[in-house]
Structures are given as C-alpha cells and as structure tokens.
C-alpha cells in the first residue's frame, strides 16, 4: 500500500487556490469551492492509497475542475487561476490515466 503523494499535493493546490482566491479577492465562492473540491481530492487521494483501484472520486473532482478551469481559461485567457488549475487537473486526470494502464503487481 502506497501513499497517493501526488493527490495529497493536488489537493492542497485546489484548496490553497480557494484560500488565495478569499484573501486576494474577497471571493467567498472561491473560498467554498477551493475547501470543497480540495476536500473532495484529498478524500479521492486517501481512497488511492488504500486500494489503487479506487480512482472515481479523484476522476470526477478533477475531470470536473479540469472542465470548469478549461472553460473560464479558453473565456478570460487568464493563466491565474484558471490556467494553472486546468493544468494540474489535466495532469491528475493523466496521472489517474496512466495508473489505470498499468497492469497489476504479482502479490
């Protein structure tokens, strides 16, 4: 059993962006959703740990923001946030990809 580091640390980006986003800007929305999809990941990379098969909640919260950030970056052209959080979303959808290709380990 493994600990899903890259998960835990995209978790804290999501929820540091929404802590940022409150501090800088007053965004109260970006506050809520930075601690709820920051919690939903984390909550996905703790699944991961205990058994690598159990992918859907890190799937859907960072295909979602993956969707969501994609959009208002392709809207505003705007590298922070929503650039660098459709990256790393990307990124996490490609790393859950990756380790769903991977063939299982002889036990």
Do not use: C, H
Not at 69 to 78: A, C, L, T
């Amino acid at each position: 059993m493994s600990t899903d580091w890259v998960g835990y640390s995209y978790a804290a980006l999501v929820a540091s962006g929404g802590v940022i986003g409150y501090v800088k800007a007053g965004s109260v929305p970006s506050l809520a959703a930075g601690l709820l999809f920051g919690g939903l990941a984390g909550f996905g990379a703790y699944q991961i740990s205990e058994d690598p098969k159990n992918i859907w909640v890190s799937l859907g919260t960072s295909g979602t923001l993956a969707a969501v950030m994609g959009k208002r970056f392709y809207n505003s052209r705007k590298i922070m946030p929503a650039g660098i959080m459709a990256g790393a979303s990307i990124l996490m959808l490609a790393k859950l990809g990756y380790g769903m290709l991977q063939k299982p380990q002889q036990t």
